[in-house]
Every structure is written in structure tokens, then in C-alpha cells.
């Protein structure tokens, strides 16, 4: 196969695309959709239908070239890149036939990728290693995803001994602040189930992630002069503070849980003496845990105030997203093709679970099933991020296969 990911992938992860959380439109930056363009330049040449919209959202297809009717399958990856970690004037760098050395960053030598810190490097002997130059993120979270969703549709266009039903994919903007689905029109995608490719090492495979909700809890205390205060301040900010102290310490913390343990999250104070507030995220596999939760930091709130008789407190919850899981079951079919295609291009499936929310929990729950395949995203999010060439390539064709099995069915 004439593989043209590495070549896309080289070029998409140039152009600077962060999203930003603090920003009130849509998309975050205007600069993402520079990207939008490039994709549809490309589509363009290579004959693929498709649409955009104000958001840079790209909705593309290729119709069926087999005489029956299959389901409608789309592929999902995202153009933004996270704001953690500098993306402007990305230089990627290809490492070609690694053999297992520290990669030492040109640009800032003390950032070094190591298999020591990252095991998954030491399966990569022979492969050609993809990094930036020691400044910024690399953007393969995920410019991996839209790169082998681009080849493979470019494959299945020039060989048509490819056998595919319908074929969508659909890339979006500002997923890294929690809004990639936000624009979605899933009459516009028009299809029966999908896949994001937006996971880590080769055979990665994840059909559930964790159940989330935000919770504020607003307290109002008592405003005095501070010179005259005995008996009649309360201090929103130490109530507080009370609360927070409160918090599980062994569990139910980002910093003590793993696996399918859950957590309790305080992400910010604010305030002043009068009025206070506090906001967490609730995160559990198990979508009734999240009420526990929530009832957790009410009794804590509740011992605290006690010592504060004249002030009050109130608790807001927030749905954020619930764990694909949920939809999937009712689907089994849909992880199987994605295992079954792993299998049959020769890569070993790694089931596993997300310990946060995907585009793909969002449109399960909107009612198009969704699990997570591997783009070969490493370390995202900092300056060590990498990504192996045969494992994008591998991602190709897990893709193609998919769209091929999918005939049979």
C-alpha cells in the first residue's frame, strides 16, 4: 500500500490549531480553521463530497461501491490541539529507524524521550518516530487521527477493489476544551455507527469511559468589620477552606485513584468574605456513583456549617458526559468490527477504558454508537509527545478493514 499519512501528518501538525477554553466563540480560534481548509483543499482534489460549516467542522463521504445495502459507517478525529503546551511554530521531526536510544529534543535539550518514560518506546525498534523539536506539543492528538482518516479515504478513492459501503468521516473543532460535538448535525452524517481515532498505542481499543458532572457548591457567609467582628463574622473563604480540608485524602482523589476508581475533584475557589464558591468535577465509570458524590460533598458542607450558624450554602451539579458503555452494550457488533479488524491486519487489540470523556461518549449518548480506536498518540499534551509512522499506518488499515468487514456483515 502507498501509504500517504506520514506525509499528512507532517503537514497538518504545522499549522496551529489550540482551542481555547476561555474564548466565547465557536470555534475558540480562528485559526483552526486554517486547518479546515487544508482538509478540504485535499477532498477536493481527491474527488470526496463533503460540507463545512461556520465551526470548521468537515463532514465528508464516499459512496458505496458494493451492490447491497450495508450500514453507514463514520469516522471521527479532531482538528484542535490542547492549550497545555505551546503549539504555535511546531517543527516535527522524523526519527528515522529507531533503535531504542534517549531521542534528545534539538531545540531544548533537556527535554529527552526515553523508554524508561515511556515503555511503549521500546517496542517501536525499526519504526520511524515522529516528535517535535523540544519547544512545543507535537499535535498528534489528534492531527494522528485526521491523517489516517485522510489516507484511508484516499486509499479506498484510488483502489476500488476496496469493497465499502457508505464511508462518512467527520472531523471537528475545540474537542480539547469539551465542546467537539457541540455542532454536530448527525442528519448531515447520516450514519449508523462510527469510531473515533483518538487513542494511544498500537491496538488500543476503548468502549468506556468515565461519567462525568461539574458541581459548585456556593456558600454565603457573614460580612462584618473586622475590628468588630467577634461573634458576627463568618468568613465565606474559611468555610471554605473547611470544606475542602474535608475531602477524602486516601481515595476518591485524581492523585490516589486508578483503573476503575472514580474521583472528587476541587478545580477552584473563589470569592471573598461574604460569598464563596467551589467548583469540582465528579468522575466515575459507574454513572449512579456520581449521586454518592454529590451526597459526600452535601454531608461535608453540612458537618462544617454547623459551625457557622448564620450562613448558608448551596450545591449546583451539571451534567458533563455519561460512559459510552452505557449505549454500547446494546451494540456489541460495533466493538466487534473494530476487533475483528485489528486482528485481521495483524495487531493485537488492547481493550481498555478511558479515564476521562471522547467526542465518541458524546454522540453514543445522542444516539450514534462511538467506541475509540488507537492513532498512535503518545505523551499528548507536552513537549515529549510522539507518535510512531507504521503504527499510524497500521491505524490505515484497521480503518479500511473495518469499512471492509462491514460488507460481509
Known amino acids: 500500500m502507498n501509504y500517504s499519512v506520514k506525509d499528512r501528518f507532517l503537514k497538518y501538525v504545522k499549522i496551529d490549531t489550540q482551542s481555547d477554553g476561555t474564548s466565547q466563540t465557536f470555534p475558540s480560534t480562528a485559526k483552526q480553521k486554517n486547518l479546515t481548509k ?37 469516522f ?19 526519527h528515522q529507524n529507531y533503535q531504542g536510544q534517549d531521542i534528545i529534543l534539538p531545540d531544548d535539550t533537556s527535554q529527552i524521550i526515553s523508554s524508561a518514560k515511556y515503555p511503549h518506546l521500546s517496542d517501536k525498534t525499526g519504526h520511524d518516530i515522529i516528535t517535535a523539536s ?16 485522510m489516507d484511508a479515504l484516499a486509499q479506498m478513492i484510488h483502489d476500488p477493489s476496496i469493497l465499502h459501503g457508505d464511508v462518512k468521516a467527520l472531523f471537528t473543532t475545540d ?32 468502549d ?16 462584618a468589620h473586622p475590628g468588630y467582628a467577634k461573634n458576627k463574622m463568618e468568613n465565606a473563604i474559611k468555610i471554605a477552606s473547611e470544606i475542602v480540608s474535608q475531602l477524602p485524602r486516601l481515595t476518591l482523589s485524581p492523585e490516589t485513584s486508578e483503573k476503575m476508581e472514580g474521583f472528587i475533584h476541587p478545580t477552584k475557589i473563589s470569592g471573598g468574605l461574604e460569598s464563596a464558591s467551589i467548583d469540582f468535577i465528579l468522575r466515575d465509570f459507574n454513572t449512579d456513583r456520581l ?24 450545591i449546583e451539579v451539571k451534567k458533563q458526559y455519561r460512559n459510552m458503555k452505557d449505549v454500547l452494550t446494546a451494540y456489541p457488533h460495533v466493538s466487534q468490527f473494530a476487533l475483528k479488524a485489528m486482528e485481521n ?45 507504521q503504527d499510524m499506518q497500521k491505524g490505515v488499515d484497521t480503518v479500511i478493514e473495518i469499512c471492509r468487514l462491514v460488507t460481509e456483515d
Open 38 to 74: 487544508i482538509i478540504c483543499d485535499e477532498l477536493t482534489e481527491l474527488g470526496v463530497q463533503f460540507t463545512t460549516n461556520d465551526a470548521g467542522y468537515i463532514y465528508a463521504q464516499i459512496p458505496s461501491n458494493v451492490n447491497k445495502k450495508v450500514p453507514k459507517v463514520f
Open 76 to 94: 471521527c478525529a479532531h482538528l484542535d490541539t490542547a492549550p497545555d503546551c505551546s503549539g504555535t511554530n511546531v517543527k516535527p521531526l522524523v
Open 134 to 149: 523540544g519547544l512545543t506539543l507535537l499535535g498528534s492528538d489528534d492531527k494522528s487521527g485526521v491523517a489516517i482518516i
Open 175 to 206: 474537542e480539547e476544551i469539551g465542546k467537539g460535538v457541540a455542532k454536530v448535525d448527525l442528519k448531515l452524517l447520516d450514519a449508523d455507527f462510527g469510531y473515533t481515532l483518538d487513542s494511544g498505542d498500537l491496538g488500543c481499543f476503548e
Open 208 to 223: 468506556e469511559n468515565f461519567s462525568a458532572n461539574a458541581l459548585t457548591i456556593t456558600i454565603q457567609g457573614v460580612s
Open 291 to 314: 449521586d454518592e458524590y454529590t451526597h459526600v460533598i452535601d454531608h461535608i458542607a453540612q458537618e462544617v456549617l454547623l459551625g457557622y450558624p448564620n450562613s448558608s450554602y448551596r
Open 345 to 389: 491486519v495483524g495487531v493485537t487489540p488492547v481493550p481498555g477504558r478511558i479515564r476521562g470523556g471522547t467526542d465518541g461518549a458524546m454522540l453514543s449518548h445522542m444516539g450514534l454508537p462511538c467506541p475509540n480506536l488507537f492513532a498512535g498518540e503518545q505523551a499528548i499534551h507536552s513537549k515529549h509527545e510522539w507518535v510512531s509512522v
